[in-house]
């Protein structure tokens, strides 16, 4: 079992930053993908951004230029810097970690709140 801690959610007004960070427990530099996925009251998870284990990154369109992903293999740590944030970046955050193989692991979930 992989344990996933995220940290770097907080209250912040719209068009300030927050970075999102995720430890993991094992070595990531054999995962096959992994990313951060925000979720809003009984709306689906959707994926915000990944990276895979060859460095391709993907945003989802509504973060392209303001959200970067990136990691540490030296950490085990995934981070998400996020710029110019909207009160519609509102959600509950989580890292995810494929090491493929049917092996996925979610952590916790950290909130992040962008006030108007």
């Known amino acids: 079992q992989v344990q996933l801690v995220e940290s770097g959610g907080g209250l912040v007004q719209a068009g300030g930053s927050l970075k999102l960070s995720c430890t993991t427990s094992?070595?990531?530099?054999?995962?096959?993908?992994m990313g951060w996925f925000r979720q809003t009251g009984d709306k689906k998870r959707e994926l915000v951004a990944s990276t895979t284990r060859d460095d391709t990154t993907h945003y989802a369109d509504s973060v392209k230029g303001r959200f970067t992903i990136s990691r540490d293999n030296s950490k085990n740590a995934l981070y998400m810097q996020m710029n110019s944030l909207k009160p519609e970046d509102t959600a509950a955050y989580y890292c995810?970690?494929?090491?493929?193989?049917?092996?996925?692991?979610w952590g916790q979930g950290t909130q992040v709140t962008v006030s108007a």
């Open positions: 094992r070595s990531i530099s054999t995962v096959y993908i």
């Open positions: 995810y970690v494929n090491y493929g193989l049917g092996e996925k692991y």
